[in-house]
């Protein structure tokens, strides 16, 4: 897993336009679980009305995985925090843990 810097905090607090404006900066790249998410699964509401909560935070890990991995400055969903198994992937790999 890689050490990427992650950015969490409550929905709407800039996450994914700071991580963008990060990873230019540094010239590295950027990821956004959610939208990793969407790419893969759609519309996250959809996602919650199908499946409910549950199934879109084992979605959420799994993308949470994918992008500490993958991506240099990963920006997560709100709700990140709430599950478990992602504070400890988040405990366990940045380098640095920004919250807003």
């Known amino acids: 897993m890689s050490r990427a810097i992650v950015l969490v ?5 800039g996450k994914t336009t700071l991580g963008k404006k990060l990873a230019k900066r540094l ?7 959610d939208r990793l998410i969407g790419a893969r699964h759609g519309s996250i509401t959809r ?20 992008a500490l991995s993958e991506f240099d400055v990963v920006a997560t969903g709100g709700g990140v925090l709430l599950k478990e ?12 843990l920004l919250r807003h």
């Open 47 to 66: 996602i919650f009305e199908k499946h409910g909560e549950e199934h879109f935070r084992t979605l959420e890990t799994k993308a949470l995985e994918r």
């Open 27 to 33: 010239g590295v790249s950027f990821a956004d679980t």
């Open 85 to 96: 198994a992602n504070r400890e992937l988040l405990k366990g790999s940045p380098r640095y």
């Open 9 to 13: 905090g409550p929905m709407g607090a």
